[in-house]
C-alpha cells in the first residue's frame, strides 16, 4: 500500500508540472504562431502593380511643320486675245495639250458697218489647258483672260506659312506630299523658295516647294498635305511623353527593374510627334513604365504585362 501510495503520489507530480509548463510556455508558443502568421499575411498583402514598358533607345527626331498648299505649275501663262470682240471659236478645253504657236481660239473683232477677218489667238508656250476656257460667244478684250496654260513637266506646290512658324523656314529643306487622289502614299519635295514679304493681311509667308521627281499621276489644281521637315535632332534618347509625371514640382518616370519601381527624376528637351527628349536621368537601355505608373510610388512591386516599341 504504501508503494502505491509513493507511486501515485510521483504521478501527481508530473501531471503537475506538465500543466504549470504548459501554462507558462504555451502563451509564447501561441505568440510566436501568431507572429508567424502575422508576417506572412503582411507579406501576402503586399499590391503588386501592372504596368505597361517601353525600353529607352536612341533616336532621330524631326521637328516639322504641317501646311495645306495647291499643287500649280511652275510655270504658267494667261491667255490674252490682240484685239477686242466676240470669241467665235474655242480650240481647246481643260486638259487639252498644246504646242507653242497652235491656235486655241479666234475672235471676230467685226463692228456694225465694219467686217474684218477673224483674228487668232496663238498659244504662247508650249503645256497643257489648265482653266477651263472662256465659252464662245462672250465679248473679250485685250485685258480678258481667255485661259491658262501651264508645263506639266514642272509642278510645284504653293503654300502659306503663318507668321509664328516663319522663323524656322529656308530654302533646300525636305518635305513630304500626301495627296487625297492617293491615300498612304507619300511624295517627296523640296523647299524651292520663301518669300521676302509676310503678307500683313492674312500674317502669312508664301512659300514654294518643288517635287523631287515628275510624277504624271500629280496633276495641278490637286490640294496637297504638306509636311516640311524643318530641323533633325539625331541620337536623341527619347520615350513616349505620358510616360513623364510630374512629382514634387519636378519631371519624373517610373524605371521597373528587379520587379520594383524607381521613381527617376529627367531633364527633358523637345517634344516631337508623341516623343519627348530626356537630356538627363535615362540612359540607353533602361525599362520605362508607360502604363499604369501614376498608381506607383518609389520601390512599389511591379509586374510587367506589356511592352512596347518606339
Keep these: 500500500m504504501a508503494k502505491n501510495r509513493g507511486v501515485k503520489r510521483a504521478a501527481l507530480l508530473i501531471g503537475t508540472a506538465i500543466i504549470a509548463g504548459g501554462l507558462i510556455f504555451g502563451p509564447s508558443l501561441l505568440a510566436a504562431g501568431d507572429e508567424s502568421n502575422s508576417a506572412a499575411g503582411k507579406k501576402n498583402d503586399t499590391p503588386v502593380f501592372s504596368i505597361k514598358t517601353v525600353q529607352t533607345e536612341p ?18 501663262a494667261e491667255i490674252f486675245p ?17 504646242r507653242k504657236g497652235d491656235i486655241i481660239a479666234q475672235i471676230d473683232p467685226s463692228r456694225p458697218g465694219m467686217m474684218y477677218m477673224p483674228s487668232p489667238v496663238y498659244a504662247p508656250i508650249s503645256g497643257m489647258i489648265s482653266r477651263t476656257p472662256v465659252s464662245a460667244g462672250m465679248t473679250v478684250s485685250p485685258g480678258t483672260s481667255i485661259t491658262a496654260i ?7 506646290i504653293s503654300a502659306r506659312i503663318p507668321e509664328r512658324e516663319v522663323a524656322s523656314l529656308r530654302e533646300g529643306l525636305k518635305a513630304e506630299v500626301m495627296l487625297q487622289a492617293y491615300p498612304g502614299e ?112 518609389d520601390g512599389a512591386v511591379v509586374r510587367v504585362i506589356g511592352g512596347e516599341a518606339l
Design 59 to 76: 533616336h532621330t527626331l524631326k521637328a516639322f511643320l504641317e501646311v495645306n498648299g495647291d499643287i500649280v505649275s511652275g510655270q504658267q
Design 82 to 98: 490682240d484685239t477686242s470682240g466676240k470669241l467665235i471659236g474655242v480650240q481647246v478645253t481643260l486638259g487639252s495639250r498644246v
Design 150 to 156: 501651264s508645263v506639266i513637266e514642272n509642278l510645284e
Design 186 to 297: 507619300v511624295f517627296t519635295a523640296t523647299v524651292a523658295h520663301v518669300s521676302p514679304v509676310l503678307d500683313s493681311a492674312s500674317r502669312t509667308k508664301l512659300i514654294t516647294l518643288r517635287f523631287d521627281r515628275n510624277d504624271r499621276r500629280i496633276n495641278a489644281g490637286m490640294f496637297a498635305r504638306v509636311r516640311i521637315n524643318t530641323k533633325n535632332y539625331p541620337d536623341a534618347l527619347a520615350i513616349p511623353v505620358e510616360a513623364v509625371i510630374h512629382k514634387h514640382s519636378v519631371r519624373a518616370v517610373y524605371v521597373a527593374q528587379n520587379s520594383r519601381a524607381e521613381l527617376r527624376e529627367i531633364v527633358t528637351g523637345v517634344t516631337i510627334d508623341g516623343l519627348i527628349e530626356i537630356k538627363s536621368g535615362l540612359t540607353a537601355g533602361e525599362i520605362v513604365v508607360i502604363q499604369g505608373q501614376q498608381l506607383l510610388s
